[in-house]
């Protein structure tokens, strides 16, 4: 059964920083692409970055360029994402997600909450 | 950047309805476009993609037609657990859009 498991939200003050991690089983992590994205709670979803299997390519929506970097482990499983210089904005709930061989996410984590407040 | 606009932001309707929602991309996305299904406190649900691809367990009255900039997700027979959230989304360019969702309510 394929699994995504996130963690690493929490609370933290605007500037801050917070590393997301999604822990994957159930598949061949290393052969497939992998995804964040955030969702303010009761409004749209968001993409955020993508990496592809080797990490030869990685992506970022415009407003997290430069502050947030996409990253994977295929030894461990794992995927992350470092998020620098978070602002009110970044709010949201974040879903790692797998990109599958049909193109689009086919398999979504639970999510994991940050919330940038003073 | 593309753009997704989807519409109505929210539809009402009965059960046994048949509804179609609507998404546009602001330039020709040939067929990648995939659509979502996402119900409260839950991760969203793919349900087709390649514009018309049922994904695999989806119940067949849902349906998707489309290409160039103009999609449809249309649901023949609307079931009690059909209520939810919808999303289209374009893929398979260097950086992915989704819609702003449509919000299926009961009548």
Same mark, same amino acid.
């Not at chain 1, 990253?71 to 709010?91: G, H, I, V």
């Not at chain 2, 959230?85 to 260097?94: D, E």
């Given at each position: ?30 052969? &497939? ?20 299997? /080797? ?18 482990? /295929? ?8 998020? /620098? /210089? ?8 974040? &879903? ?23 | ?18 509804? +179609? ?38 119940? #067949?009255?849902?349906?998707? #037609?489309? #290409?160039? +900039? ?38």
């Amino acid at each position: 059964e394929v699994q995504l498991v996130e963690s690493g939200g929490g609370l933290v003050q605007p500037g801050g920083s917070l590393r997301l991690s999604c822990a994957a089983s159930g598949f061949s992590f290393d052969d &497939y692409d992998m995804h964040w994205v955030r969702q303010v709670p009761g409004k749209g979803l968001e993409w955020v970055s993508s990496i592809s299997w /080797n990490s030869g390519s990685i992506e970022y929506v415009d407003s997290v360029k430069g502050r947030f970097t996409i990253s994977r482990d /295929n030894a461990k499983n794992s995927l992350y994402l470092q998020m /620098n /210089n978070l602002t009110t904005e970044d709010t949201a709930l974040y &879903y790692c997600g797998r990109e599958g061989i049909t193109g689009p996410i086919d398999y979504w984590g639970h999510g994991t909450l940050v919330t940038v407040s003073s | 950047d593309i753009q997704m606009t989807q519409s109505p932001s929210t539809l009402s309707a009965s059960v046994g309805d048949r509804v +179609t929602i609507t998404c546009r991309a602001s330039q020709s996305i040939s067929r990648w476009l995939a659509w979502y299904q996402q119900k409260p406190g839950k991760a969203p649900k793919l349900l087709i993609y390649l514009a018309s691809t049922l994904q695999s367990g989806v119940p #067949s009255r849902f349906s998707g #037609s489309g #290409s160039g +900039t103009e999609f449809t997700l249309s649901i023949s027979s609307l079931q009690p657990d059909d209520f939810a959230a919808y999303f289209c989304q374009h893929y398979n360019f260097y950086t992915w859009t989704f819609g702003q969702g449509t919000k299926l309510e009961m009548k």
